[in-house]
Structures are given as C-alpha cells and as structure tokens.
C-alpha cells in the first residue's frame, strides 16, 4: 500500500524559508514522478511542483517558479519543497501526490495523482 507523509509545515515569516518533506512507502519510490499540491481556505486543490522519477525533469505553477524549490533523494525515498521567500499567498495545506502508473506527467491536474499525503499546514505570516 503506497503511503505518503507530509511533514515540515509550520508558521513562517513572509521572506524567510521552509522545507517541507515528504516520505513514500510502499512501493519502488524511485520508479515514480512526485507532485506538490495545495489548498488554501475555500480555494481549490491547486499544483505547485512535480519531479520525475529521476530527477532530471522539475516544472513550477507560475505563482511559485523562482521561489521554491522541488528535489528528491531516491536512497531516502523522500521528496522536499524548498520555500523561499513565501508570501501570505503561499500559506495553504500542502500535500505530497504520486500516480498510479509509472508514465511521468507535468499535468497540473490534481485528478491525474491517485496517492496522497495528509498534508501540512503552511502559515506564512506578513
């Protein structure tokens, strides 16, 4: 059974930085992409970031690329969210998604991840 574990949310100064972290369990972590969502108070589910299985492939929504930062350590099976700079904006629930399948997507579309995490709580405070 795949399990994902959110973890490094927080209340954060608007400037400052956080990591988040995500472990993965359950399957051969290195043969899959990785995303970043989030969810702000009555907004939807909205994509932040997503990785391929190796590495070598990283995309950003607009509203954060420059900013954060997505990687991943396969010996770990963890994947991370580097934040920098976050604004009030950024301060939402931000859950770790994989698929289902193998095949690397840079779709924005929470409906294409079938694996989620709980989440964490980011505040960014101004």
């Known amino acids: 059974q795949v399990q994902l574990l959110e973890s490094g949310g927080g209340l954060v100064q608007a400037g400052g930085s956080l990591r988040l972290s995500c472990a993965a369990s359950?399957?051969?972590?290195?043969?899959?992409?990785m995303g970043w969502f989030r969810q702000a108070p009555g907004k939807e589910r909205e994509y932040v970031a997503v990785?391929?299985?190796?590495?070598?492939?990283?995309r950003y929504a607009a509203a954060v690329k420059d900013r954060f930062t997505i990687s991943r350590d396969n010996a770990k099976n963890m994947v991370y969210l580097q934040m920098d700079s976050p604004k009030a904006d950024d301060t939402a629930v931000y859950y770790c998604?994989?698929?289902?399948?193998?095949?690397?997507?840079?779709?924005?579309?929470?409906?294409?991840?079938?694996?989620w995490g709980q989440g964490t709580q980011v505040t960014v405070s101004s």
């Open positions: 998604a994989s698929r289902s399948t193998t095949e690397f997507t840079t779709s924005p579309n929470k409906g294409d991840y079938n694996y």
């Open positions: 990785i391929s299985a190796s590495g070598g492939i990283r």
């Open positions: 359950g399957r051969t972590f290195s043969s899959y992409g």
